[in-house]
């Protein structure tokens, strides 16, 4: 911030004069410009983001801890669906046959955590899985937690489960509320982790699944196949279209990674994909694929999406990951209908508890509730207003709302870490600093005229840099309460910049920021 305050940062509000920062953007090589005319809208805000996020499992959500954190979440950056694994699991007692075979169907703590969502506003994305142990056909399990990962032992109870959990749903929440909710049959059942059977099991219990939640309500929204890696997807349109099984929209997962896998334990090393179009890639070609399909009106949801796949990684730490996720949801927002980001916490048993604040878990939020950068990331998106305004630059959005305000969330994406010579566990768990990258300008015409409470809130290397700041503090393996107010007061998202600007009779809005590697900047313009 210090070094920031050193920088000359003034509104340009008169073209009479020109200042040092006007002279030093005429001759800068790395000069950038954002402009922008407030006259010319390009449409209502895209908001794609915002439709879901992920959870890992779902008695997770039991814990107080958890929900207050969701509400945290919601408040600030507005998340409408919520997906997490383990639904059925042994864990939530859904399912338990007696002697006989006699199925015995127990939503108590399902109605515990769905009440608690609706409550506050957020509805299920309603992930199907695991295999409850009584109706499983083996033994094996993934994560620490055990979840089964075998098909059903026998499908026409599978489907009497799953047609009676979705007539409970209507009977509590009522058909008009499940309407508006997705459900999600499994979980990668292409990846031999999560699923041990074929794809033509997949797909059977699919067909079983997906005919029981419309046997309740033809309305209702059901879909896969939720695959690891964007696969199954012509596979399984082509499926439901040749047997005549209902689909309503295709569910898949990408992650920024090109060298490593998933592994329980963590120690497999994982390596960022150097390629800057990874992930957003995947999601154009998964739109192409439901276009070219016999089914092209088919809804797409990134059901998981993150820059690693590893809840150990410690770039889901770093600052780098704030500008990572901007950049790919803009990449994105005109072909997914969600990318769900996995996870909003790291409240995340499938290693188990985890034994320090900072271990590169998925989490927008850390075990403590403190704000990682990831997560400016999203109440910026947040902030934005509902209609947004054609600009000149493809990494940045210029909006406005209906009081006058304007917001603005510029950034730099830059992938800094050495192509195939280290993993992201050696790469990332050190301190990183960020090179210059030059100057942007904001050149804003057809403002109005008037004065505006100008504030800036900056992202990047020492900035909101939450695990920076941790690094600098010795990474203590447990924090105590007043290191945890520290870390929380050095990374809260205050303004670097908060002054009241004009706006003179020629409506002109000019404003310099210095660039860094990953930097990201929201500009407020609120009008007085």
Known sequence: MKTINKLIL?????????????????????????????????????????????????????????????KKVKKEIGFENIRMHGLLHDDMGVYFEEKKGKPTYNWQYIDQLYDFLIGIGVKPFVELSFMPKDLASGPETVFWWKGNITPPKDYDKWY????????????????????????????????????????????????????????????????????????????????????????????????????????????????????????????????????????????????????????????????????????????????????????FTDIFEEKGPRTTPFHGGFGLLNYQSIKKPAYYAYEFLNKLGETEIKSSDNASWVCKNNKGDIQSLIWDFTITQPEDKVFNGVYYKREIPAKPKGTVQLKYKNVEEGKYQLSIVKVGYQSNDLYGSYMKMGSPNQLTKKQVQELSNQNSGAPIISEVVEVKKDKIFNYQLPMRENDVYFVNLIRL
């Open 10 to 70: 003034c509104v340009l509000i008169a073209t009479a004069t020109t200042t040092f920062a006007q002279k030093k953007v005429s001759k800068s090589s790395n000069a950038r410009a954002v402009t922008a005319d407030l006259n010319v809208v390009s449409g209502p805000t895209k908001t794609g983001w915002r439709k879901c996020v992920g959870a890992g499992r779902a008695n997770e959500g039991l814990r107080a801890d958890w929900q207050e954190q969701l």
């Open 160 to 343: 009497d489960l799953i047609k009676a959990l979705t007539e409970h749903f209507t009977e509590r929440y009522g058909a008009d509320e499940v309407k508006t909710w997705y459900f999600e049959v499994w979980n990668e059942p292409n990846h031999p982790a999560f699923l041990k059977g074929t794809q033509e099991d997949y797909f059977k219990m699919y067909n079983y699944t997906a005919k029981a939640i419309k046997a309740v309500n033809t309305d209702y929204k059901v879909g896969g196949p939720a695959s690891a890696g964007n696969k199954w997807v012509s596979e399984i349109i082509d499926y439901c279209d040749k047997q005549n099984v209902p689909i309503d929209f295709i569910a898949t997962h990408t992650y920024s990674v090109i060298k490593g896998t998933f592994d329980e334990s963590g120690k497999t090393g994982i390596q960022f994909n150097p390629d800057p179009m990874a992930v957003t890639k995947d999601v154009i070609n998964s739109r192409k694929l439901i276009q070219e399909s016999t089914k092209p009106n088919l809804e797409l949801h990134y059901t998981e999406w993150s820059s690693s796949f590893s809840s150990s990684d410690p770039i889901h730490d770093t600052y780098q990951s704030a500008a990572f996720i901007l950049d790919k949801i803009k990449g994105t927002e005109n072909y997914a209908n969600s990318m769900s980001y996995w996870t």
